[in-house]
C-alpha cells in the first residue's frame, strides 16, 4: 500500500501510460516509408520487402547491445544500414530519422489522461521518465512536466536502480518520497519498488501480474490514481 504522506513528487512513464505506442511508432514508420519513397527510392523497395526491415533491426541491434537504451540511436543506425544495403546514400539517414522522430511524438493521449494530469500536476511535481524516445515536451502532456528523465540521455534503462535516483536526485528528494506510475510490471513497477520507490502500476494492456513479489496497487487508467491520492 502506499503512504500517501510520504509522497512528495511522481514520476511518471510515458509510452502506455499516458497514451497508445504503438499506433504512434506505426503511423511514424508509413510516413518514414513515403520520405524513403520520394528521396531513397531503393532503400523505399528493399524495406517494403517482408521480414527486411526487422532483419535489419536485430543485426543492428545486435551489433550495438552496449547501446539497448539508446532507441534513437538504434533507429537511426538501422536506417542508414538499409541505405547501405540498397545501395543509396548513407547520410540520408539524418534527415529520414527527423521525419520518423517528428511524426513520433504526434501522440495521441488517452481519453482522460489530460484533465488526470492537470489535477496531479496541481500538487505534485511531475517528472517524465521514460525508456523510450518520446519528448513528453513535444506532445500535449508536455505543459504538466517539470522534467524529463530518459534513458537515452541518462545511459541506462528502467529497472535499473541508477534511472530511479537519479530522477529523485533530480527532485531533490529520497526515492521513498517519489511515486513512480508506468504500465511495465517489471521495468516500472519493479524497478521502483526495487530502487525505493513508492509505486503504483498503471495496467493500461490488462496484463497479469507476473511477479511473486505482491501485486502493489493497481489501475487501468491514470485517472482512477487521482481520487485516490488527491482525497
Ligand atoms: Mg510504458
Redesign the pocket.
Given at each position: 500500500m502506499l503512504n500517501l504522506s510520504k509522497i512528495q513528487a511522481i514520476t511518471l512513464?510515458?509510452?502506455?501510460?499516458l497514451w497508445p505506442?504503438w499506433p504512434t511508432i506505426a503511423r511514424a514508420e508509413v510516413v518514414l516509408q513515403d520520405w524513403l519513397a520520394l528521396h531513397a527510392p531503393q532503400t523505399a523497395l528493399l524495406c517494403a520487402q517482408p521480414g527486411v526491415k526487422q532483419a535489419i533491426r536485430a543485426a543492428i541491434n545486435q551489433r550495438h547491445a552496449d547501446k539497448a537504451h539508446d532507441l534513437t540511436f538504434l533507429r537511426r543506425e538501422a536506417i542508414r544500414e538499409s541505405l547501405l544495403r540498397a545501395g543509396e546514400a548513407p547520410h540520408l539517414a539524418d534527415a529520414a530519422f527527423e521525419v520518423f522522430f517528428a511524426e513520433r511524438q504526434n501522440v495521441q493521449l488517452y481519453d482522460g489522461v489530460q484533465p488526470a494530469l492537470a489535477r496531479l500536476a496541481a500538487r505534485y511535481p511531475l517528472v517524465g521518465l521514460?525508456n523510450?524516445n518520446a519528448d513528453v515536451f513535444r506532445t500535449e502532456a508536455g505543459p504538466y512536466f517539470q522534467a524529463a528523465v530518459s534513458a537515452r540521455v541518462f545511459g541506462v534503462a528502467k529497472p535499473d536502480a541508477r534511472i530511479f535516483h537519479a530522477a529523485a536526485a533530480q527532485l531533490n528528494l529520497p526515492p521513498e518520497a517519489v511515486l513512480h506510475l508506468?504500465?511495465?510490471a517489471t521495468?516500472?513497477v519493479l524497478g521502483a519498488l526495487l530502487a525505493g520507490m513508492q509505486t503504483a502500476w498503471v495496467n493500461t494492456q490488462g496484463h497479469d501480474w507476473p511477479h511473486d513479489l505482491a501485486q502493489p496497487l493497481t489501475v487501468s487508467h491514470l485517472a482512477e490514481l487521482c481520487d485516490y491520492l488527491l482525497a
Open positions: 512513464d510515458l509510452d502506455d501510460t505506442v521514460s523510450g508506468g504500465d511495465d521495468t516500472d
